[in-house]
């Protein structure tokens, strides 16, 4: 989700301010481990730098971990922003689009065949039936009594849908968090049409 709160300040360093700042920070870590693993190649390979390098890895681990709960109280404000606007929300934690039978989450068209979905955690029973009631039922609730911690929500769509449940991907993977809302935008999502070439 981008960052409402625009700031009328330009990025002298070329981010992209139009992110949210957990966003930012995240990109910042993955920045600084790389340096941090690129010292210890140079310590591996050089053995004589170690004494210096070693107090820079140091450094730059105490970084990492300010870093690393800057970022999770920032994510904690953002989503707490985002409840006020947008309704409660709830754990919700895909790795993205795979593939599995049911039926589409928006036609329920249910010809047996394996379609595009999410296999989505969720964070207990109880928040699963949440979760499905948003969806109207169009979706399934995998809770198997033998492992109890381990809840998945499926949602499939059909071809002609893939896009509506792509956009339900990216508006939920980000926070790994779903609300009502999310699910009523994916329904009536529309793809933008690109497809029109403009005659002259
Ligand atoms: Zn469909």
């Known amino acids: 989700m981008k960052n409402t709160n625009l700031s009328p300040t330009p990025s002298i360093y070329g981010l992209d301010l139009t992110k949210q700042p957990s966003e930012l920070m995240e990109g910042l870590r993955n920045k ?4 941090r693993g690129e010292m210890s190649d140079i310590i591996n390979a050089f053995p004589v730098t170690e004494i ?27 989503i707490k922003k985002d409840d ?30 394996l ?14 039936e949440t979760i499905l009631s948003w969806f109207n039922g169009k979706a399934r609730l995998d809770f198997r009594p033998s492992e109890p911690n381990w809840i998945q929500m499926k949602v499939c769509a059909c071809e002609k849908h893939i896009h509506n449940l792509e956009y339900l991907s990216e508006q939920t993977s980000r926070y790994h968090i779903i ?7 994916a329904v009536n999502y529309k793809e933008p049409d690109n497809a029109k070439v403009t005659e002259i």
């Not at 379609?115 to 699963?128: C, D, Y």
Request: net charge positive; proline share 0%.
């Open 179 to 185: 609300r009502k809302k999310d699910v009523e935008d």
């Open 115 to 128: 379609r595009t979905n999410i296999a989505a955690f969720v964070k207990s029973k109880e928040e699963g």
């Open 84 to 113: 006020k606007e947008r309704g409660k929300s709830l754990y919700f934690s895909s790795r993205g689009l795979g593939s599995d039978w049911g039926t589409c989450f928006i036609c329920e068209e249910s010809e047996k065949i």
């Open 52 to 78: 210096d390098m070693k107090h820079l890895c140091g450094l730059l681990s105490c970084g990492l971990e300010v870093l690393y709960r800057a970022k999770k109280e920032a994510l904690e404000r953002e």
């Open 32 to 35: 600084l481990m790389c340096v």
